[in-house]
């Protein structure tokens, strides 16, 4: 029999991963913001928007499948945050980005999907009955 601390703690697992993925992705798009610019044509940055965006577009559609299937968006948003991490190693710290530096910004930015992906496998397993 659950209790009423059970049902709000599976209440917060159950709701917590799906509003932080929508508040992550609205604030990874901030960042597409810098296209906008004096001096630039129209064309160039519909361009950048879009190409910034890509990785809003899929983790906003990542978002949309976890809704229904947590497994899905715990893999797919640890997965976002290891190909970030490497992604930021390999193409800044060859570029010359001190890898102190390159180390915070991946802390920063794939520590809260990691959360987020936790938060959303936790759902998973207790939809399971916490099974596995």
């Known amino acids: 029999m659950k209790t009423g601390h059970d049902r709000k703690s599976g209440g917060f697992v159950h709701w917590a991963p799906r509003m932080a993925s929508i508040v992550f992705v609205l604030f990874l798009a901030l960042f597409s913001l810098d296209v906008f610019e004096p001096g630039r044509s129209v064309s160039e940055m519909l361009v950048g928007f879009l190409v910034h965006n890509i990785p809003v577009f899929v983790l906003a559609a990542v978002t949309a499948i976890a809704w229904k299937r947590p ?20 193409q800044g710290v ?39």
């Open 71 to 90: 497994l899905i968006g715990g893999i797919s948003f640890i997965c976002a945050g290891i190909l970030y991490v490497v992604l930021v190693f390999s």
């Open 94 to 132: 060859r570029g010359g980005l001190d890898w102190r530096l390159a180390l915070a910004w991946s802390v920063q930015l794939s520590g809260i999907a990691f959360v987020i992906g936790g938060l959303y496998v936790a759902d998973w397993r207790r939809g399971r009955g916490g099974e596995g």
